[in-house]
């Protein structure tokens, strides 16, 4: 299993990097497969991989998806994702990535949320068939962290393309607000989410515990927010089977399209 990493956290120091490396590494152990996994520092290096990997994993990092537009790096980022597209290399693209992705080919508005969405969150399947979600209820819960959104989709482009919403927001009745497209299948190869699915409640529950992550989520949300997160990442059902299962379901599909 040959896997190219794209970094896209700029230096900033983050989860979930090792994150994706564990995810990698107990899936080659657990099928029994050699794993070449290499990185590629996207943002301050301007590096891209070439296609002679099995799948891609682009993914979250900080800051505005629309402040680098028309930068070096972007651009030799997009040129990559156009050629991956064109060799229908699987390909996962993770919360930053996947805004880059909506704002490139031009799916909907990506701006900035009112207010931070930070936490463990309900998301919604769409009646759209994905073998990724198979084995995920609805809802299933998601690790959120961002300050930007993907609303008001151009369904004309998605159809275009042959793109399709796979998961949204939780509904909120009481937010007369629309809700964020959380997930899209971008092309038979390629898909992409706008939560983090490669977060485990164990990294969730020590950034939690940082004392300025708690001041913070106190000072946002309140204590009943905060305990409740913290009480959300011990079960079973939540955080650790989206974790369990989406990235290990992509790497199924991913390996198998190869045979």
């Given at each position: 299993m040959k896997v190219a990493i794209l970094d896209m956290y700029e230096g900033v120091p983050n989860e979930g990097m090792r994150c994706i490396r564990e995810i990698l590494a107990v899936y080659a152990v657990r099928n029994a497969l050699t794993l070449q996994c290499d990185e590629y520092e996207v943002r301050i290096s301007a590096q891209v991989p070439d296609l002679s990997y099995d799948l891609y994993i682009s993914t979250g990092g900080p800051?505005?998806?629309?402040?680098?537009?028309?930068?070096?790096?972007?651009?030799?980022?997009?040129?990559?994702?156009?050629?991956?597209?064109?060799?229908?290399?699987?390909?996962?693209?993770?919360?930053?990535?996947?805004?880059?992705?909506?704002?490139?080919?031009?799916?909907?508005?990506?701006?900035?949320?009112?207010?931070?969405?930070?936490g463990v969150f309900p998301v919604h399947k769409t009646p759209v068939a994905e073998n990724i979600f198979e084995n995920l209820p609805d809802p299933f819960y998601i690790v959120d962290s961002r300050n930007w959104q993907v609303i008001g989709l151009d369904h004309d482009r998605m159809a275009a393309i042959g793109a399709s919403v796979l998961a949204i927001e939780k509904e909120r009745p009481h937010v007369p607000l629309e809700?964020?497209?959380?997930?899209?299948?971008?092309?038979?190869?390629?898909?992409?989410?706008?939560?983090?699915?490669?977060?485990?409640a164990t990294g969730m529950r020590m950034y939690?515990?940082?004392?300025?992550?708690?001041d913070q989520v106190l000072t946002n949300y309140g204590a009943e927010k905060y305990y409740s997160m913290l009480e959300q990442l011990s079960d079973p059902d939540k955080i650790m089977l989206t974790y369990d299962t989406f990235i290990?379901?992509?790497?199924?599909?991913?390996?198998?399209?190869?045979?």
């Open positions: 800051g505005s998806p629309l402040d680098s537009e028309g930068s070096e790096w972007e651009q030799r980022y997009f040129g990559v994702m156009e050629a991956l597209m064109a060799a229908a290399k699987p390909v996962l693209l993770i919360c930053h990535s996947f805004q880059l992705m909506c704002r490139y080919l031009q799916l909907g508005n990506v701006c900035r949320r009112r207010s931070p969405a930070f809700r964020a497209t959380m997930a899209i299948r971008f092309s038979p190869h390629m898909i992409g989410t706008q939560f983090h699915p490669e977060a485990d939690l515990l940082q004392k300025e992550k708690k290990p379901a992509f790497l199924d599909n991913a390996l198998s399209s190869k045979q």
